[in-house]
């Protein structure tokens, strides 16, 4: 395991808090799409916290963003809660999968976004609701190559 770098934790925490802010003023919004950002960077960190054997940070960092989370989104505490107990997973998960971080993310991504969404529906999907989805995957797969490179910085 490596050490805890403070640099790392302090983008972590600043990459969530300013997603957690753009999806509530819901500025990604095009054609009536908004990227569930929170989805994206959570998703992002968790795989390069833990692929770099920081899974401490990859821990704390998840359940910080919660409660920052509830603290500026006290509304969505459910779905934070929702989408911790889906993406915590997958910090154990990700040394069994392909091993490229790209692909690996596109796959928990897709995963993830439709278990968030049929847990949250009370199981249950709508055609509507499945084109949404669909829609929202791309978009989040058209903005997720720049949020890795982003997050994959290393100073």
Do not use: H
Request: charged share 10%; hydrophobic share 60%; proline share 3%.
């Amino acid at each position: 395991m490596r050490e805890i770098n403070f640099f790392n934790f302090a983008v972590y925490i600043l990459i969530v808090s300013v997603a957690l802010f753009l999806q509530n003023g819901r500025f990604f919004v095009i054609g009536n799409i908004a990227p569930n950002l929170l989805i994206l960077s959570w998703l992002a960190l968790a795989l390069i916290n833990a692929r770099n054997g920081r899974l401490v940070i990859a821990w704390i960092g998840l359940f910080l963003s919660i409660f920052l989370g509830y603290l500026w989104a006290p509304f969505f505490w459910e779905q934070l809660a929702l989408l911790t107990l889906i993406i915590a997973p997958i910090i154990f998960l990700q040394k069994n999968l392909t091993g490229n971080l790209y692909v690996d993310f596109l796959i928990c991504f897709f995963t993830t976004t439709f278990l968030f969404y049929f847990l949250n529906n009370n199981f249950s999907f709508d055609y509507s609701l499945f084109s949404l989805i669909l829609k929202e995957i791309a978009y989040g797969i058209f903005i997720s190559p720049f949020l890795i490179l982003l997050l994959n910085y290393e100073r």
